[in-house]
């Protein structure tokens, strides 16, 4: 089986439910050995869906198929998951607390909000990064300063002015398990024109059996999980996709139409191929066909060469990336470098910071890691 035809195999085992006759093929296909274990296993590592997939495995019966080493390490990934999990839900419980105090009501953004509002079957199914809240601007520092209070740290150095950059630094804590970034919007800059914190904020749910704690709605989490997926990481440039942000979009769907979400958004026709990506990967009854153009399909026939010869794709996604930090990092808005004093400082601070290369040079090497040496 190639690269993309074991990517769009894992995406319908994570849909199980919605074809369940798949269950069949799934037998045969590990059985005859037409799947590798090890390339399936690998590729959904690097996704983050293998406590997903140990649980829809687990329902359908269909763990007996694998050796026990395989069922014991796929179990033993969903039990820590569970944990951290667990311990994160208490750390959020102690930032509910502590912004209460000053009456500050947090909300809280993509996968903490799903593990928040229920939205999986099970507390271990989602693998969580870090904790993402978004505040209003007026709270936005005294919010930063209430979570240093409880003891967490930012070793990085800041270049920019912090209340001109979409969230605080990154805030850590040796104790808990994950990091916090503090938002005083909810995308990136760029696209929070009218995708913003009050319109966020209008729209909120509490979650009832906790203190102090809410969530964007079901249309507002679809909006973000499209901005954060594909616009602001560039992946729809890249022509990419995580099958973690499609797993909550497909999830998300079974909430609300998201066909409705679609004249939500400016960018109207990108929203429509990300929705037909989730159609066809996961082989849902979404039909997005009728707005599909020429334009579109060529989009998802590029999507597929590249997912299938993922060395040549991301030397694709290298190079622009390069081309990215020269001529939008570097060089960026050489208007407001000129006239702007803060910018101006920044960028200067930035590239005369040998910290700076020194990060930029590590990702790169992340990069190529993971991705350039795949099979």
């Not at 964007?216 to 995580?242: A, C, D, G, Y």
């Amino acid at each position: 089986m190639n690269n993309k035809d074991l990517f769009y195999f894992a995406a319908q085992c994570l849909a199980l439910d919605e074809h369940p006759y798949f269950r069949e093929t799934i037998i045969s296909s590990f059985s005859s050995g037409e799947v590798n274990l090890d390339d399936f296993i690998f590729l959904c590592s690097n996704h983050f869906v293998l406590p997903a997939l140990y649980l829809i495995f687990k329902k359908y019966n269909l763990l007996n198929i694998f050796p026990d080493y395989y069922i014991d390490h796929l179990e033993e990934i969903y039990k820590l998951n569970k944990k951290r999990n667990l311990e994160i839900l208490q750390q959020i419980n102690e930032i509910n607390l502590a912004l209460e105090t000053e009456n500050i009501i947090p909300v809280y953004l993509k996968g903490t909000a799903n593990l928040l509002d229920n939205v999986y079957s099970d507390v271990g199914e989602r693998m969580i990064g870090d904790i993402d809240l978004l505040v209003q601007d007026k709270d936005y520092l005294m919010t930063a300063e209430l979570i240093l209070n409880l003891g967490y740290k930012n070793d990085k150095f800041i270049y920019s002015d912090v209340t001109a950059l979409k969230h605080y630094p990154r805030l850590y804590r040796t104790d808990v398990p994950a990091d916090i970034e503090i938002h005083r919007v909810p995308v990136s800059i760029r696209y929070s024109r009218n995708f913003n914190t009050k319109l966020i904020f209008q729209n909120k749910e509490k979650i009832h059996d906790r203190i102090n704690c809410f969530v964007p709605s079901n249309e507002h989490k679809v909006i973000i999980n499209f901005i954060h997926s594909q616009l602001s990481n560039s992946w729809h440039r890249f022509k990419q996709v995580s099958l973690r942000n499609l797993h909550d979009l497909y999830l998300l769907s079974k909430r609300v139409d998201i066909y409705s979400v679609v004249n939500k958004t400016e960018e109207k026709s990108k929203i429509i191929i990300y929705f037909g990506l989730l159609s066809r990967i996961f082989n849902l009854k979404i039909d997005f066909v009728q707005n599909e153009n020429s334009r579109t399909k060529r989009y998802y026939k590029s999507f597929n060469w590249l997912l299938n010869h993922p060395k040549k794709h991301h030397w694709f996604i290298l190079i622009q990336k390069i081309f990215e930090l020269i001529f939008f990092r570097l060089l960026a808005q050489p208007d407001k470098i000129i006239f702007q004093k803060s910018i101006r400082k920044g960028t200067f601070e930035r590239i005369t910071d040998l910290r700076w290369y020194r990060s930029f040079i590590y990702r790169t090497k992340i990069f190529y890691s993971n991705y350039i040496h795949r099979k």
